[in-house]
């Protein structure tokens, strides 16, 4: 239970600290606070030598418990955006006010404790109205709380929010369930003290967890970056100046049959063939946008021809620090592609004679033989049935393909 204080102070302040202005974050503090002083009290009470400090412990931390579970119902009406009227939330904060009385004045939930084999046993007043009342008091609020997150759960419409809903939902079903088997069950059977306090770290682990991987409750320029950068229906890329992959967006699945952090550290190369020039172009400060018509034949044998876009990604300094890549598919080259049976390596060599590069250049770049390329062009003019480069330049126009470089 003490350990259990200590990391839910942390979470508390944790969450508080990236945005003390966000009302979600300050009742997710409170919320923190008050399970961590009812740990401490708990864990104070259990270990108490005499029944006198027992209960003393016990009623202090009964107070922090009966708030908890108030703000618990206030949080989850914030959390999941519920238009509940506010008349509503002061009737439920009311309503605790005859527990507190109570919990002072006499007995509400245990009305006796005894010591056993070292451990205090705790007898719930079952004759007792208020335990009665505290009991429904309770379960009418974890009822209620469920509700509200199974309908957020299928309310929600982003993936981003779906997956938050879920992790809500379940981790605060989990804690409803251990809480219902842990005290009803296992305490009288295995004369263990009720641990309902310590289940409540399965709903702030769920949260936090969400912190953690979806960002829940930081929506920061980044974060929300982060989405867009996600959601967007072109390919994605950055690469740092050593042309090696740092960044990507899901569509590198479509594209290549890996998640983006299994693609960390590829080049270029790996990727699309040889496009060192457009990468040369962008960090020797030549251009500030190179276009480049690439083939991506995974993970289906149908080629994909994509037209990415590179531009320089620069510090405050103006200093090139990176490359950003867009790519999205162009049906007409694809179109073109297959239409003409042209390979990779006549493919490169179209978009060498169309930047308007020398035969030497292209050698160098593609690795080869003057002769070689000189051969590649004479496959490539047989294959469309053209006699120069005026005549390729309007037969990719008639697919809509255009080099910009």
Not at 196 to 225: C, D, E, H, W
Request: charge should be positive; proline fraction near 3%.
């Amino acid at each position: 239970m003490f350990f259990i204080f200590l990391i839910a102070i942390f979470l508390g302040g944790y969450i508080l600290i990236i945005d003390p202005k966000n009302k979600t974050h300050r009742m997710f503090f409170l919320l923190a606070i008050n399970m961590a002083l009812w740990n401490l009290f708990a864990a104070l009470a259990f270990s108490s030598s005499t029944e006198k400090q027992l209960w003393l412990f016990f009623r202090i931390g009964a107070v922090f418990e009966i708030i908890f579970v108030s703000l618990m119902f206030h949080f989850i009406i914030i959390l999941t955006h519920s238009r509940i009227n506010t008349l509503i939330i002061l009737t439920i904060y009311a309503l605790s006010l005859p527990v507190h009385y109570k919990n002072w004045s006499s007995f509400f939930v245990f009305d006796r404790a005894k010591r056993e084999s070292n451990i205090w046993v705790l007898h719930p007043a079952f004759h007792s109205f208020w335990m009665h009342y505290w009991t429904i008091y309770f379960e009418f609020i974890l009822v209620i709380s469920l509700i509200l997150l199974l309908r957020q759960l299928k309310r929600a419409k982003t993936q981003r929010g779906k997956q938050q809903a879920r992790i809500f939902f379940y981790s605060f079903l989990v804690y409803v369930v251990a809480c219902i088997i842990g005290d009803y069950f296992l305490s009288p059977h295995f004369k263990i003290p009720p641990l309902s306090p310590s289940y409540l770290i399965l709903f702030l682990i769920g949260i936090s967890y969400s912190i953690a991987k979806y960002r829940f409750m930081n929506l920061t320029q980044v974060t929300v970056s982060k989405d867009i950068l996600e959601n967007m229906d072109e390919l994605i890329i950055l690469f740092d100046t050593n042309i090696e992959l740092v960044k990507a967006n899901r569509k590198t699945f479509k594209y290549f049959g890996h998640s983006p952090s299994k693609m960390i550290g590829k080049n270029p190369s790996d990727l699309f063939g040889n496009v060192a020039i457009c990468f040369q172009k962008v960090l020797s400060g030549q251009q500030e946008i190179a276009t480049c018509l690439v083939k991506v034949e995974f993970p289906t044998p149908r080629t994909t021809v994509l037209e990415i876009h590179l531009s320089p990604v620069k510090d405050k300094h103006e200093k090139i620090t990176g490359i950003l890549l867009r790519g999205k598919e162009t049906p007409g080259a694809t179109q073109f592609i297959e239409r003409f049976h042209i390979s990779n390596r006549e493919w490169e060599t179209i978009q060498y004679l169309n930047i308007g590069i020398t035969n030497r250049e292209i050698a160098r770049y593609m690795n080869i033989s003057e002769r070689t390329v000189k051969a590649h062009i004479a496959h490539i003019y047989n294959k469309l049935g053209i006699k120069n480069k005026f005549e390729l330049v309007n037969k990719l126009r008639g697919f809509s393909i255009s080099f910009r470089n």
